[in-house]
C-alpha cells in the first residue's frame, strides 16, 4: 500500500530524514518507534505533503504520490498530527464535517458521521460541544474521528497517546486497533514504545533519521536492545 523508498529530508543543513526506506501493508498496524527528536513527526509530515523531501520517492497503491496536501489527502492518505490540532472554536460536528472537506457526497457524509459516533460514543454526548473544552482523551478520539471523515485507505497518527493518562493511553490504543479491524490501515509514530509494540502487524525503529531495526511488532518489542533503550529493561549479565 505504502512504499517510502530512500527518502531523504533536509531542515537547512540538517539532514533530517536519511536514506528512509519503510512499507505499510493493507490492513495492518505499522508503528515507528524512536525517541523524541529521531525524525518520526518529520517523516509522517513528509509523507503527508506538508514537508518536502529532497530525494528518494513516495508511492501508494503502486502510484507516485502528488506533491500536495490535499492532493495526497484525495488520494487516501490521511494524517492525525501530533497534539491533534483540532478547531477548538468549533464544535465536534463542525470538526467533523471539515475533516470531510474534500468530500461532496453530502448523505454519505452524514451516514460517515453517525458512523464515528458509533465507534466514539462519547463524541455524540459532546455534539455541540467545543472541542477546546474537550479533555484530552476526548479530543485524541475527535482528531482520529475527523481523520476518518475523509474515508482514508491508510490513516496516519503522529503520537497518538501524547499527554494522555495511562487510562486513556489503553482506550486510545484499543480505538486503533477497532479503526484497523474495520479495514483502515494504520501508520503511526510513538514514544509509547511498549503499547505501539504490542498492537503492531511490523515496527520499525528510527535512530537520529536512520532505520535501525524493523521486524514484527513482537520481533522489535522483545529486541534486547529495544527494551534496554525504549522500555528501560535491563538486561540480566551472563
Known amino acids: 500500500m505504502l512504499k517510502v523508498d530512500n527518502v531523504n529530508v533536509f531542515y537547512g543543513h540538517i539532514h533530517a530524514i536519511r536514506d528512509v526506506?519503510?512499507?505499510a501493508k493493507d490492513s495492518q498496524i505499522v508503528s515507528?518507534?524512536?525517541a523524541n527528536g529521531a525524525g518520526k513527526s518529520t517523516l509522517m509530515m513528509t509523507i503527508a505533503g506538508v514537508l518536502k523531501k529532497s530525494s528518494g520517492s513516495i508511492s501508494f497503491d503502486g502510484e507516485l504520490l502528488p506533491a500536495e496536501p490535499h492532493k495526497i489527502l484525495?488520494?487516501?492518505?490521511c494524517l492525525v498530527p501530533e497534539r491533534r490540532r483540532l478547531y477548538a472554536n468549533l464544535t465536534v460536528r463542525e470538526n467533523l464535517l471539515a475533516g470531510a472537506y474534500l468530500r461532496k457526497d453530502k448523505a454519505a457524509i452524514q451516514e460517515d458521521m453517525?458512523?464515528?459516533?458509533?465507534?466514539?460514543?462519547?463524541?455524540k454526548q459532546r455534539f455541540k460541544q467545543y472541542a477546546g473544552t474537550l479533555?484530552?482523551?476526548e479530543q485524541q478520539m475527535l482528531a482520529i474521528?475527523?481523520?476518518l471523515m475523509s474515508r482514508p485507505k491508510l490513516l496516519m497518527l503522529d503520537e497518538p497517546s501524547l499527554g494522555l493518562a495511562p487510562m486513556l493511553v489503553q482506550q486510545?490504543?484499543?480505538?486503533?486497533c477497532n479503526v484497523r479491524d474495520r479495514g483502515t490501515t494504520i501508520f503511526m509514530t510513538e514514544q509509547n514504545a511498549s503499547d505501539a509494540l504490542a498492537i503492531s502487524d511490523y515496527a520499525y525503529v528510527l535512530e537520529t533519521g536512520r532505520i535501525t531495526l524493523s521486524g514484527s511488532g513482537k520481533e522489535v518489542l522483545e529486541n534486547p536492545e529495544v527494551q534496554k533503550a525504549y522500555l528501560g529493561i535491563k538486561q540480566?549479565?551472563?
Open 135 to 137: 479533555s484530552g482523551g
Open 32 to 34: 515507528i518507534v524512536g
Open 21 to 23: 526506506s519503510i512499507e
Open 114 to 123: 453517525e458512523e464515528m459516533f458509533s465507534l466514539f460514543p462519547i463524541l
Open 172 to 176: 486510545v490504543f484499543d480505538t486503533i
Open 145 to 147: 474521528a475527523r481523520g
Open 236 to 238: 540480566e549479565q551472563s
Open 74 to 77: 484525495a488520494k487516501g492518505v
